[in-house]
């Protein structure tokens, strides 16, 4: 995904910099779905930008399996569809094209396959009445999901340095980047 929004040089140092932080290690090593749930949601991007550049029904197909095989994975994760709708209205602003048609049937395909699974997840929601919810005392503490919170502090500015040199994808790099947490922490809410 770096290689293609960016350079073969942006995509080795983003895969060196996944690999050795210490959250995405943990979560590697742990018995559960987080390292899917990064794949799938790198491979939804992936598919999505595919579309874009050259619309097939065939493409929306795989973006819409990728959006289903995400959810499948962690319903949480479906945030990211903010961020490419985002990125489409953004695509869809500047050419005027039919994409966010297209986009709307695959992922409108995509949440009705996730449907049941959301449903049925929806009554336990009682599992989680034990966590408290979050205050702004919370957010520095969000930084932290990378390892050290000085190292998500880092990596955020790193984040922020990409959205500015983004160019032509800095509509997707900084809805990846800011829309599905804001929207974590304002449902958790």
Not at 48 to 63: H, I
Not at 121 to 135: F, R, S, T, Y
Not at 151 to 160: E, N, P, R, S
Request: proline share 5%.
């Amino acid at each position: 995904l770096g290689r293609r929004l960016f350079s073969t040089r942006v995509g080795l140092f983003a895969g060196v910099l996944s690999s050795v932080l210490p959250g995405v290690s943990r979560a590697g090593q742990d018995a559960r779905v987080a390292a899917f749930s990064a794949m799938f949601a790198v491979l939804a991007t992936l598919a999505l930008l595919a579309a874009l550049d050259a619309p097939r029904w065939w493409r929306w197909l795989l973006y819409g399996a990728s959006i289903v095989a995400l959810g499948a994975t962690s319903v949480i994760a479906l945030l990211l569809l903010a961020a490419h709708g985002a990125f489409v209205a953004q695509r869809w602003w500047i050419n005027r094209s039919r994409q966010p048609a297209w986009w709307l049937v695959s992922v409108a395909g995509a949440l009705l396959v996730l449907s049941p699974m959301v449903y049925l997840g929806h009554q336990q929601v009682g599992q989680l009445a034990w966590v408290p919810k979050p205050g702004w005392a919370a957010l520095p503490d969000a930084l932290g999901i990378a390892g050290p919170v000085v190292l998500g502090g880092a990596l955020l500015a790193v984040g922020l340095v990409g959205v500015k040199r983004a160019g032509r994808v800095r509509g997707l790099v900084a809805a990846w980047l800011l829309v599905p947490p804001v929207l974590l922490y304002c449902i958790s809410m």
